[in-house]
């Protein structure tokens, strides 16, 4: 069914006293495609602490995995070579977690979020590579961290790593409420605008 509302707005006059109304008729499509988002980016402060979920997630499976290895082995590695190990495994879990659940670690999984590509195809296996494993490398190790901040700030709520990947992270939850929201809406055949 196709719903239509009629939008009059008034003209500047020809002449002294006199307005012409102007009328364009939009259809509830158009709309909704002009005035409501149909992504729902997900903001700094909750990909933080998802952040912080998943890091310690993965730094319990490094402890674990490691250390089990070395003792079984009997292998005493040095600092250096420790921490590179570390390393790749903590990347590993962030890579692997992601690409496995099609955009959801366990961290992003509890706070209902998802990685997408900004394109919409679904994530590919060199996408979560260089997003989870080299932008992650970049941002977690070294001075590049404070760049974590430019999801605050950028249009698509992007990090440097969403950046490299063309992706970024979307709120489940809001998506949702949004879609029951249009659903109500569409069974009304209601649409109020304020324009």
């Known amino acids: 069914m196709n719903e239509f509302i009629e939008i009059k707005t008034e003209e ?5 006293g006199e307005y012409t109304p102007k009328r364009r008729v939009y259809s509830v499509e ?3 495609n002009e005035y409501y988002p149909r992504v729902f ?11 912080l979920v998943d890091s310690l997630i993965a730094g319990l499976i490094v402890k674990i995995l490691l ?4 003792a079984i082995t009997g292998i005493n590695p040095s600092l250096k070579i420790y ?13 692997i977690s992601t690409y496995l659940t099609d955009g959801q670690s366990l961290g992003k999984m509890m706070f209902s979020l998802k990685v997408v590509k900004l394109d919409g195809s679904k994530l590919d296996l060199t996408t979560v590579i260089m997003r989870e494993f080299v932008g992650r490398f970049i941002h977690t190790y070294g001075i590049l961290a404070i760049l974590y901040i430019l999801t605050a700030f950028t249009e698509k709520k992007q990090n440097l790593s969403d950046l490299f990947a063309d992706t ?28």
Not at 41 to 51: H, L, T
Not at 67 to 70: E, F, G, V
């Open 67 to 70: 250390d089990s290895i070395l």
């Open 168 to 195: 970024s992270v979307i709120s489940l939850s809001k998506e949702n409420a949004y879609n029951i929201g249009k659903s109500k809406n569409r069974d009304s055949h209601h649409i109020v605008c304020d324009l």
């Open 41 to 51: 980016y997900a903001g700094f402060f909750i990909r933080f602490f998802s952040f």
């Open 12 to 16: 500047e006059p020809e002449e002294k």
């Open 83 to 95: 921490g590179i190990l570390s390393t790749l495994i903590f990347l590993s879990y962030f890579t």
């Open 30 to 32: 158009e709309i909704e």
